[in-house]
């Protein structure tokens, strides 16, 4: 078992920025693959970014790259997303997730790989 507890999101306007944190707990965090979530109102939830547990790989949704920067710390046992230059698009719950894996430079995009969430953290962007 692993738990996850996402911080860090908030109201800000266009071109701001935001860095998520979550905090993951219970085992080894080296052991998972880590994405990022997030889902708007009325709609389905939708992959953002992942990274590998070497750290060394990452993949993020084309509507966040170049803007949005995956990261995890080991020694803290977190994964971050940094987010620049939001835009009101970016307005949703943002959730973390964890997935048990074997390769170390693999990264995971599909939500049915992800096999622990965090309860998800509201970030509002306005124009």
């Known amino acids: 078992q692993v738990q996850l507890v996402e911080s860090g999101g908030g109201m800000v306007q266009a071109g701001d920025s935001l860095r998520l944190s979550c905090a993951a707990s219970g085992r080894t965090f080296s052991s998972f693959h880590m994405g990022w979530f997030r889902q708007a109102p009325g709609k389905e939830r939708e992959f953002v970014a992942a990274?590998?547990?070497?750290?060394?790989?990452?993949n993020y949704a084309d509507s966040v790259k170049g803007r949005f920067t995956i990261s995890r710390d080991g020694a803290k046992s977190t994964v971050y997303l940094q987010m620049n230059s939001l835009k009101p698009e970016d307005t949703a719950v943002y959730y973390c997730?964890?997935?048990?894996?074997?390769?170390?430079?693999?990264?995971?995009?599909?939500?049915?790989?992800?096999?622990?969430w965090g309860q998800g953290t509201q970030v509002t962007v306005s124009s």
């Open positions: 990274i590998s547990r070497s750290g060394g790989v990452t």
């Open positions: 997730a964890a997935s048990l894996g074997v390769r170390w430079d693999a990264v995971r995009v599909r939500q049915d790989e992800y096999d622990y």
